[in-house]
């Protein structure tokens, strides 16, 4: 199993982003999936293979993750972002045995 981000760059203070996260996976309702940020791995949000979602309270009422199916996508729309919010943010899935990470996409939050 395979996860390629997409979507990161730089942006104002108060901006918005859309990341993606796409992967060669089937049936993405299977597995939980999330975002994570920095090397460290800091939790961002995730989404259940039950479809329960989870953030974390630094970024709560600000971000929102989906997951298209279809399209086998993973997506992180990011609103009022601020500087504290610069990262490398990681897509990850797991289940079933299986964990994979993406390599990552930069978001720069600078005036």
């Known amino acids: 199993v395979w996860l390629r981000e997409s979507g990161g760059g730089s942006v104002q203070p108060g901006g918005s982003l859309t990341l993606s996260c796409v992967t060669n996976?089937?049936?993405?309702?299977?597995?939980?999936m999330g975002w994570f940020r920095h090397e460290s791995r800091e939790f961002v949000c995730e989404i259940s293979d039950?479809?329960?979602?989870h953030y974390a309270e630094t970024v709560k009422g600000r971000f929102t993750i989906s997951r298209v199916d279809r399209n086998r996508t993973l997506l992180l729309h990011m609103d009022e972002l601020e500087p504290t919010d610069t990262a490398t943010y990681y897509c990850?899935?797991?289940?079933?045995?299986?964990?994979?990470w993406g390599q990552g996409t930069p978001v720069t939050v600078s005036s």
């Open positions: 039950r479809g329960v979602i």
């Open positions: 990850n899935l797991r289940g079933y045995g299986n964990e994979a």
């Open positions: 996976a089937n049936s993405l309702s299977i597995y939980t």
